[in-house]
């Protein structure tokens, strides 16, 4: 089993930043495929942005050129750097993993983990 936990959530003002990160525990980390996902209210699950296991990189066309995907191997952590955010970026933040298999990354049913999520506010 793999535990998930993420931090770094917060209230910030537009056009400022975050940093998410999400520590994983009891698995093998290097072998992961990492993905955030956000939901804001009244709202489903959406893709926000992945790292394969070899570090390729996907993020949804929304966020892409102001979010920004990373991972530690050696500490067992992904990261989300989020600049330039919006008050529609406002969501809970949930960090996900999967061992390497066939299916999107994008989808949010291809993962098998999931931390408890962290709340993004953005306001005006």
């Known amino acids: 089993q793999v535990q998930l936990v993420e931090s770094g959530g917060g209230l910030v003002q537009a056009g400022g930043s975050l940093r998410l990160s999400c520590a994983a525990s009891g698995g093998t980390f290097s072998r992961l495929a990492m993905g955030w996902f956000r939901q804001a209210p009244g709202q489903g699950r959406e893709f926000v942005a992945a790292?394969?296991?070899?570090?390729?990189?996907y993020a949804a066309d929304s966020v892409k050129g102001r979010f920004t995907i990373s991972r530690d191997n050696a500490k067992n952590a992904v990261y989300l750097q989020m600049n330039n955010l919006k008050p529609e970026d406002t969501a809970v933040y949930s960090c996900?993993?999967?061992?390497?298999?066939?299916?999107?990354?994008?989808?949010?049913?291809?993962?098998?983990?999931w931390g408890q999520g962290t709340q993004v506010t953005v306001s005006l």
């Open positions: 790292i394969s296991w070899i570090a390729k990189t």
């Open positions: 996900a993993a999967r061992y390497d298999r066939i299916g999107s990354v994008q989808y949010s049913a291809n993962y098998d983990y």
